[in-house]
Every structure is written in C-alpha cells, then in structure tokens.
C-alpha cells in the first residue's frame, strides 16, 4: 500500500473513533424542590365607625363659655353656639411600610333650613390639621388598629344682627349630618 493509501485509511479509522467516542459521553445532575415559600399580602380597613358624644359652646365674638356636653338628638342649637365631637374611627393597617391618607368629606345635611344657617369643618384627624380633608396614618411592626380620633365642628355663626323674632322658625327645625370616611394607602415614601 501506498503512504497516502495507509495515511488516508488511519484518518478515517480515527475519525470513526472519535465520532464514537462522542456518543459516550457522561455528566452527572442533581435536582431538589425547593420548600415552599409562602408571601402574605397586607390591607388596610376602617371599622364600624359609631356615633360620639357632643359638646357645645357658646360664642359670640370674642367671648367663649365653657364647652358642656350635650345629646345632640335633644339639644336645640341658636346662633352663637359651636357643637364638637370626636368620632373614633377605627383603623386597621397591616403591612410593613403601609401608610394610608384617612379622609374625611362629602360634609353633608340632609335638606332643611336650619343646614343653611350651619357651617361644618374638620378641625383634626387625629390631632393634626387636615390638609384637603385627610392626613397620613403609618403602621408600627407591621399592624396596627387604632381609633383614629376625628374632630368635627358645626357652627351657627352669631351675627348679632338677626331678630330673634328670625331665628324661632329656624330653631324648631333640624338638620342631620352625613360624612364619608375614606381611608387609601399611598406610597410608603410620603
């Protein structure tokens, strides 16, 4: 046989081997499930908001008297008398870094005279001076229910220049109260 002959014949042979020995590969594999991990959401909720107690001062000018508590179903409100409450509005936040705006609005009367001649404001939630109506509730250690006090003031402002023969229509008449509570979470870095 020739070189060339024997050179091409042991190049094939080898290539034959090599191409065989490629089927033969082996690697080694391993795999675990992995325990399951559980991720909870968190909520916010308000409570059964009830009803309050009642105070009522008398104003007229610059002159104040002392705040004495009243029923108001009873209690029969005249120019120059301020009636507060605080309705404890139950909050729960749970979550960490949840933070929520409590707003109060949407003050309403149910149709009556007497509405015309009151004035209702927010004056806290929660101690501090409401901006557009709300102000910012955080969580502590992930949850936490409060009453989240909301002060409440209705007003017949004394202009001291209505006859009292005006005001008896107005004073046997009554005007109820409506608010809408909404509590909304907003981003934590607020």
Not at 76 to 89: K, Q
């Amino acid at each position: 046989m020739k070189k060339t002959t024997t050179a091409a014949i042991a190049a094939t042979l080898g290539a034959a081997l090599l191409l065989g020995g490629a089927g033969t590969l082996a690697y080694w594999t391993d795999t675990k499930d992995a325990q399951a991990q559980t991720i909870n959401s968190g909520s916010l909720e308000l409570g059964q908001i009830g009803s309050a107690n009642w105070s009522v001062q008398h104003v007229v000018g610059n002159t104040k008297s002392q705040p004495t508590q009243v029923d108001p179903s009873s209690f029969r409100i005249v120019p120059g008398d301020v009636l507060t409450t605080t309705v404890n509005v139950p909050v729960t936040l749970t979550g960490n870094d949840i933070k929520a705006s409590l707003k109060v609005d949407q003050l309403r009367w149910e149709a009556s005279s007497l509405r015309d001649k009151l004035s209702v404001a927010v004056v806290s939630i929660k101690g501090q001076t409401p901006v557009d109506g709300a102000v910012t509730l955080t969580s502590t250690n992930g949850q936490s229910t409060v009453n989240v006090p909301v002060v409440i003031a209705v007003t017949y402002k004394w202009d001291g220049e209505t006859p009292v023969a005006a005001n008896r229509g107005e004073i046997t008449n009554s005007a109820t109260l409506q608010a809408k509570y909404t509590l909304t979470q907003v981003a934590a870095g607020q």
